[in-house]
């Protein structure tokens, strides 16, 4: 086993030969004592990005996987960088048979009682594990997924050095965290754990099995789960050619046209129908048999969307292919897209800008999605919006099944293939008994609501009469609105003395002249001064506090 020391150390001495040495001193300062020369054979004219996958091919399986899915964030890494880790290929020297059948025997100790036969050269091999043909004991064909022996260690380990690189990578170079280095790790890590649990893989097959039950031509390997276990995968073997092999497909009496659409129909079932995808559809993972059914293989990266986010998506093409970017950025803030008010106009503009430079509204057959996803992705980058992993995996499934779709027919049409499904799924889900039960549920909620108003209004009605009735306000300057209060309420009350004081010495002004003795006048001439001193006081304290407030 490989400590976690020594892996530091391989991966150090990796990155150091193809030039990131300087990088690994500022994120490790004073933790390197020995140099590690560049080879003499390796060429100085590569660029950059062109090492930083080198350097990943070389570090191993871990980071192999780390690079494929970072490749599909364009909306935070640059396009050159995302054109070469779409270079990266999982496919790696297989481990011989004698280090594999332990792993066999662990799984399954009565393999020789279940398997007639275990062909010792592996079909296909890929970093976390190769793939052999085997027979049962009645005949029947199969492919055992095998895991590669201690890789589990190893990514475990490999998980936790990237994790202490990404939140260095954040403290040292601060402009890095518009990219959220520690995030991806963290995304990457739920994603390659999952990949390890091949029960999950299986369970994943056999729900895309049971969606496409009644759906001819599209095929999912059988699991035999009675064999199965979390680190060996018994399923039905399956032999074809690859879904973009196109003079084998040609060869074999079949249409690739037809072999194409069938396909990107397959994938928009999936997405639009199923909520429930294939989230890696490479030509590798795509096999046409010899009866033109297309079998459908490698299920440990799937994707989910809520009904929700299908009518988003639905409507986000539907803006696409009708320049609404007002309804574009309505549909990608549904996805959770945050999108700041000062940036809403402007990336309007650039969106706009980007659809007719591409030009979307002359020719919508030969428009090139991958290249819009490239450029949307850009546009995202230069205002800092973040794109969740959800969103970016349908893309990137989009645009792989229209690569596939134009690589069997140049002529691909992409409007007369996805705008009447588009249209087909709106009009079903706004007619689906799912949405009747929601126009049904909210109907009932304000018929409750209406319904209970009276009643509410009753008992507001019958606490404000008896004093029970509380309303309580919350806010910031409550006191001080509380202050002001009592000082208005002050000034009014010495406003109704004054104007006491000066009706009742009238009053009493106008009886000594008709009944009462005239010594009783003093008491009106005594009513009328102390009126006038009151209001000289709220006068002055008028102003006063006016001029305080003033300055």
Known sequence: ?????????QIVEILSKYGFRLVLEKLFPGQFRVRFPIPADHPETFTVYERIRLAIEELGPTFVKFGQIMGTR?????????????????????????????????????????FREIDKTPVASASIAQVHRAVLMDGTRVALKIQRPGIGDVIGTDLRILQS????????FPEARIYNPTGMVKDFAQQIQKELDF?????????????????????????????????????????GVRIDNLEEITAMGFDPHEIGKRGFHAYLKMIFEDGFFHGDPHPGNLLVTKDGTIVVLDFGIAGTIRPEKRQNFINFLFALMDEDTELMIRS?????????????EPLQDDLFVLIQDLGLGQNISRFNFALFVTELSEVMRRYRIKVPMNLMLLLKVLVMILDIGVRLDPEFNIEKELSPYLVRIAQKNTFSVTSAKKVTVSLLETTDASLDMPRHLNLMLRRFSTGTFRLELVDKDLREFQTSLDSASDKFMLGLVVGSLVVGSSLVLTATSVTLPSEVSWLAIVGYSAAALVALYVVYHVIYLRFRQER
């Open 199 to 239: 029960l999950k893989e299986a369970r994943t097959s056999d729900r895309m099995r049971e969606n496409f039950r009644d759906v001819p031509g599209i095929h999912f390997p059988k699991i035999s789960w009675e064999f199965s276990s979390s680190r060996m995968l018994v399923m039905e073997f399956v032999e």
């Open 165 to 172: 690189m990404a939140e260095r990578a954040e403290q040292v």
């Open 1 to 9: 086993m490989v400590t976690q020391i020594q892996r530091f150390s």
């Open 74 to 114: 364009t909306d935070v890494l640059p396009a050159e960088l995302i054109a070469e880790l779409k270079k990266l290929q999982d496919h790696v020297k297989p481990v011989p048979f004698d280090e594999i059948l332990p792993i066999i025997e662990e799984c399954c100790p009565r393999h020789d009682e279940i």
């Open 332 to 344: 990608l803030e549904g996805f959770g897209v945050v999108i700041p008010a000062e940036n809403r």
